[in-house]
């Protein structure tokens, strides 16, 4: 169970750092307004799977 909660708060952190860096590479390389809501999207899913992935092979191992 520690386990558990352990890594849905190393998850919740690993996602708002992220989410920090993809808004200073928004910001950096200045893309659109319009095109920031899909950029996010698609690293926040990427990032979701891999985390999925990671607690599903410490779950296994």
């Known amino acids: 169970m520690i386990s558990i909660l352990s890594?849905?708060?190393?998850?919740?952190f690993v996602?708002?750092?992220v989410n920090?860096?993809?808004?200073?590479?928004?910001i950096?390389?200045?893309?659109?307004?319009?095109r920031q809501p899909k950029v996010f999207q698609t690293i926040n899913?990427?990032?979701t799977i891999l985390?999925?992935?990671?607690?599903?092979?410490?779950?296994f191992t």
């Open 45 to 47: 899913v990427l990032i």
């Open 28 to 34: 950096q390389k200045e893309i659109p307004e319009e």
């Open 15 to 17: 996602l708002f750092y």
């Open 20 to 26: 920090k860096m993809t808004n200073s590479l928004c």
């Open 51 to 59: 985390l999925v992935s990671s607690y599903i092979e410490i779950l």
């Open 7 to 12: 890594f849905i708060v190393f998850a919740i």
